[in-house]
């Protein structure tokens, strides 16, 4: 049986922003893209506010030899949005060059918190956690197993 898993993020409005952001600080690419107004082109009876043009609708973003999906909404709508803090996105790579680029990208953004700044600990060579500008915690870990 041949499948994978894909992370898929909800942002409540910020999904254009944050793909952006991926782009810009992770060299994500982008492998496929669908606004609001796009999707009512091409289903006339999909219908969202006033405003929402540009909100997107379904992305999937390349990262690394990864992809994630990201969107606008909701997964379980029997329930508000809400940001949680259960989850993260894990990057790692044994490389240790790798991990400092791209926590070094990421920090540079104002926006982004630092939870746990890049160093050595008993699992890792290299080891950090963030919080990027739209909630989500990314952890970035040199790893020394081979996966």
Not at 69 to 78: L, Q, T
Request: net charge neutral; hydrophobic share 40%.
């Amino acid at each position: 049986m041949n499948f994978e898993i894909i992370p898929f993020l909800s942002m409540n409005g910020k999904a254009a922003a944050a793909i952006e952001f991926y782009e810009r600080y992770l060299g994500a690419k982008v492998l496929f893209k669908k606004n609001y107004k796009e999707m009512k082109e091409m289903t006339p009876h999909f219908s969202y506010k006033e405003g929402q043009d540009e909100y997107i609708t379904h992305s999937v973003l390349e990262i690394g030899t990864n992809k994630l999906m990201i969107a606008e909404e909701e997964m379980d709508s029997s329930r508000p949005w809400q940001l949680g803090n259960s989850s993260s996105l894990c990057i790692q790579s044994q490389d240790t060059n790798v991990i400092t680029h791209l926590y070094k990208s990421l920090v540079q953004h104002k926006d982004v918190t630092i939870l746990v700044p890049l160093k050595k600990n008993t699992f890792s060579p290299g080891y950090a956690i963030i919080r990027d500008p739209f909630g989500i915690v990314i952890q970035l870990c040199v790893t020394v197993r081979d996966f």
